[in-house]
């Protein structure tokens, strides 16, 4: 009988990983005209560390705000074009970690 945690590693997380940072790069990309909005993230490296000591993580508690190149009079810190660009990388990655997931499940 295969060990699953042994087979796919820390991928079933960073599956769970690209979800919940799509959520929060989407509610960027959603508040890109809403005054004082602050854009956010969930740090990558934070969220790898808590893997490696537990099967789960609080993205909440992983939450960091991102200084903007260039500020709005509104106090938005959205760059639609910047998050644009990181929701569809994290998209990528997402499908990648998915595809090794279900080609170590398929083997």
Known sequence: MIDLD??????????????????????????????????????????????GTSKTWQVDSQMLYRIPVQRTRDGNTVELEAEQA??????????QSLAFCSQRLTA
Do not use: E, W
Not at 17 to 39: C, G
Not at 86 to 95: L, P
């Open 6 to 51: 042994q087979a796919l590693g820390v991928h079933p997380q960073m599956v769970q990983f690209r979800l919940d940072r799509a959520s929060v790069l989407s509610s960027n990309i959603a508040n890109v005209d809403t005054p004082n909005y602050k854009s956010v993230d969930v740090s990558f490296n934070a969220v790898l560390t808590g893997i």
């Open 86 to 95: 990181r929701f569809a990388k994290n998209v990528m990655d997402y499908h």
